[in-house]
């Protein structure tokens, strides 16, 4: 169960099929990773035979729940990759080990106009989160550093401060800024030569395709939301004095070391 919003990337899916609204026949089994209140809600008036819900956080269970989930999960997460956690703990039957999430290809008619496959770079330089941005001289800094050899497009999500961000750092770069729909968000990760992110849902689409990455984390749990391979690799911020990691005052010159040595670990792997 998810947002209408997502159909498009759930169509990517293999062997998944996207059903809109309420099912008319009871389900054998419904599970839901999201305890938030919409959530339960749409969970409590899907028919279904059995109901289970997987909350990694105890703090995220509510008195309302053993209503809705006669089944509920809670396990400790600890440091498990969340993608792994959930699989392991949906108590569906598996005979083979978790493999990291797959999708296909999105089709050629989702592309923004004037856009080729392998001819650019991806900047997703925002999240749903402001504690998640690095700061625009970090970035300009970066995409400065790679030369102008690959064209660079920069996404962005709806909200003013999120295009503002984007805006500034195509301004100070020369680079393409683009308002996507999710269509032509899902084929830029898809297509790009290599994606440079944020921590957020470019990273984990751009794992899902194959496509090289290298994903910036401020506060949130490297262990939690990255598991690396030879094409995707993460740098995270040093605690601050307080402990906690803020992008806002991380340099650019490590991001751009660490960058350097990514693309020099691509191209001595042939095929990537």
Known sequence: MTRNGHADLVSLMEGVKAVKGLPIRPLKALYCFDPLNKSALRSFLAPAWNKYLVAPEKWELHWYHPFVFPRTSNPDLVDSYIAEYFWEHTPVPSTKPFRPPVLNRPPDDWAP????????????????????????????????????????????????????????????????????????????????????????????????????????????????????????????????????????????????????????????????
Request: with cysteine; charged share 15%; hydrophobic share 40%.
């Open 113 to 272: 106009e004037g856009w080729e496959p392998g001819r650019y770079l991806l900047l997703n330089a925002t999240s749903g989160w402001k504690k998640k941005m690095w700061t625009v001289d970090g970035w300009t800094a970066v995409l400065k550093s790679l030369g102008p050899d690959c064209p660079i497009v920069l996404t962005s999500a709806g909200a003013d401060w999120q295009r503002d961000h984007c805006g500034s750092i195509a301004a100070a770069t020369g680079s393409s800024f683009l308002s996507t729909t999710p269509r032509q968000f899902l084929w830029l990760c898809a297509n790009a030569r290599m994606v440079l992110t944020v921590d957020g849902a470019a990273s984990h689409l751009a794992a899902a395709f194959g496509v090289p990455c290298f994903t910036l984390f401020g506060p949130s749990d490297l262990g939690h939301w990255h598991r690396a391979s030879q094409h995707q690799t993460a740098f995270q911020a040093p605690p601050d004095t307080d402990g906690v990691r803020r992008l806002s005052k991380l340099p650019p010159e490590p991001v751009v070391q660490a960058i350097r040595q990514f693309l020099d670990n691509l191209q001595q792997k042939p095929g990537l």
